[in-house]
C-alpha cells in the first residue's frame, strides 16, 4: 500500500507512482512511501530499497546533470558514501537507499566523547578530501559554480537589499546586530577571498547519515548545490547545525578549518538573512522557519576556534 504525506498530495503521489512504474517496469512496488516536504524535489521511497526524486521546478530539473557530474568526482575522492543515480527519460533520478538516520545536533550531543571524536574524524575526512578537488578536476567534469558561490560585489548587494527589505521589520538591537555582521566585509574588500574548491553547498544534518547502532556515519546524501565555491561554506554549515565546538572537533583531522573560520562565520550568520529575504519576496511563511533549531554557537570574528564546555559536546 501507498503511504501518504498529506491529502492534496494524493494526485502528484499517484503520477509519480506511475513514472517509477514506466521506468522500471521490472520492479514490484510493495510498500511506497511519499514526501513533499523539501523545498526543490518529490521524494518517494519505494520498498525501503529505492529512492526517487522528483524536481518540483524546470531550473532543479536543469541543476541534475551538475549534480550528476559532482558525485561522479565525489565518488573517486570520498571515505563516506554517496548516492550512485540512474537518470531517467522523464526528468528524475534513483538511486539505492543509503541505510541511517540524519545525525541531528542532539544525537551528536548524546553520543559519548568517543563516537564525538570519530563522527568528527569522519567528517573531517570527507570534507578535506572534498575541499582537495580543484578546479581542473572540476572542468574535465563539466562542473560549473556552486549556486552558494558570492563574489564581493555580491555581499554588498546582499547588504544593500537586507538594509532596504528587511530593516523596516526589524528592531534598532537587530539592525546593529546585522551592522556588526558586515563590519569586516564592508572595511575589507578581501575579507572573504579564498582558493575556490568544490564544496558541497548543502551539508545540513538531515543529509548527513549515521548508523545509531554504531554511531558511525553511514554517507552524506543530496549534492544539488555543489560545485564550485568557498571551502568555508560548508564549513559554516557544520557551525550551524553543530556548533562551533564540533567543528573544532574536525579541525583536529582538518586543520585548514582554521584558516578559514572567521569566513566561516560570516557565511553562517548571513545564511538565515538571505532566507529571510526570500521569505519577504515570496511571502512564504515557510521560508523563515527553515534555520529554527540552528546551534547558535558562533564566536566573534578573529576569535581561535576553541573546544566548548569540558572538552566534549555535552
Request: glycine content about 0%; cysteine-free; hydrophobic content about 45%.
Given at each position: 500500500m501507498y503511504k501518504?504525506?498529506?491529502?492534496?498530495?494524493k494526485r502528484i503521489e499517484r503520477e509519480h507512482i506511475n513514472q517509477i512504474r514506466?521506468?522500471?517496469p521490472e520492479l514490484d512496488i510493495a510498500h511506497a512511501e511519499f514526501n513533499d516536504d523539501g523545498m526543490f524535489n518529490d521524494i518517494v521511497?519505494?520498498?525501503?530499497?529505492?529512492i526517487f526524486r522528483f524536481p518540483k521546478y524546470d531550473w532543479v530539473q536543469?541543476?541534475?546533470?551538475?549534480e550528476a557530474a559532482c558525485l561522479s568526482l565525489v565518488r573517486t575522492v570520498s571515505n563516506l558514501p554517496v548516492p550512485e543515480w540512474e537518470i531517467h527519460e522523464e526528468g528524475f533520478i534513483s538511486y539505492r537507499i543509503i541505510e541511517g538516520a540524519p545525525l541531528s545536533r542532539n544525537d551528536l550531543l548524546d553520543m559519548s566523547r568517543e563516537d564525538q571524536a570519530q563522527a568528527a574524524?569522519?567528517?573531517?575526512?570527507f570534507l578535506s578530501s572534498l575541499h582537495a578537488v580543484e578546479m581542473p578536476a572540476m572542468e574535465k567534469h563539466r562542473i560549473g559554480p556552486s549556486i552558494t558561490r558570492h563574489s564581493y560585489s555580491d555581499w554588498l548587494s546582499l547588504y544593500d537589499e537586507i538594509r532596504q527589505e528587511l530593516f523596516p521589520y526589524l528592531t534598532s538591537y537587530m539592525q546593529d546586530q546585522i551592522e556588526h555582521t558586515f563590519h569586516p566585509v564592508l572595511g575589507d574588500n578581501t575579507f572573504m577571498d579564498c582558493k575556490e574548491s568544490m564544496v558541497n553547498g548543502d551539508l545540513r544534518a538531515y543529509h548527513i547519515l549515521y548508523n545509531p547502532k554504531s554511531n558511525r556515519l553511514s554517507g552524506i546524501i543530496d549534492f544539488g548545490s555543489a560545485g564550485f565555491g568557498d571551502p568555508a561554506y560548508d564549513i559554516s554549515t557544520i557551525i550551524n547545525q553543530y556548533g562551533e565546538g564540533f567543528a573544532a572537533l574536525l579541525s583536529r583531522h582538518y586543520p585548514g578549518i582554521n584558516d578559514m573560520i572567521d569566513r566561516a562565520r560570516f557565511w553562517a550568520l548571513t545564511t538565515e538573512l538571505q532566507w529571510a529575504l526570500g521569505g519577504i519576496r515570496t511571502q512564504d511563511t515557510s521560508w523563515f522557519l527553515v534555520h529554527l533549531g540552528s546551534a547558535r554557537d558562533i564566536s566573534p570574528f578573529g576569535s581561535p576556534l576553541l573546544l566548548t564546555g569540558s572538552g566534549d559536546l555535552r
Open positions: 501518504r504525506a498529506t491529502t492534496k498530495a514506466r521506468a522500471k521511497i519505494v520498498n525501503n530499497m529505492w536543469e541543476d541534475i546533470q551538475q574524524e569522519d567528517l573531517a575526512l
